[in-house]
């Protein structure tokens, strides 16, 4: 039988091999529930916006608010997915977990 060789964390190459493969499919899965609360986030703002949109100076101050929001939530959740992050927002991030 030959020798088992460790990985510089100590395991053994078999077992950090098999753990990639693991790790990657949870990587896969769980960048899907944040791309799917991408989606329902900013699909929300966007039909608001629409919505909103349509009443007469209300509306549109309404609809610059809602841009800032959008601007500063995208910023945020890139920056946190950038800093390897599993941030959920509260409604929209239960819906993805939900459907993904």
């Known amino acids: 039988m030959a020798k088992k060789t460790k990985t510089s964390t100590g395991l053994d190459e078999n077992v950090a091999g098999l753990l990639c493969y693991v790790l990657y499919l949870l990587a896969w899965i769980s960048g899907l529930v944040h ?35 959008a601007l500063v939530l995208w910023i945020i959740l890139m920056i946190k997915a950038y800093q390897g992050e599993k941030f959920k927002l509260p409604w929209a991030g239960n819906l993805a977990e939900k459907y993904a």
């Open 35 to 69: 791309a799917l609360q991408a989606i329902i986030v900013f699909g929300v703002l966007f039909l608001a916006l629409i919505i909103i949109g349509w009443i007469p100076f209300i509306g549109w101050i309404i609809d610059i608010l809602i841009y800032i929001l």
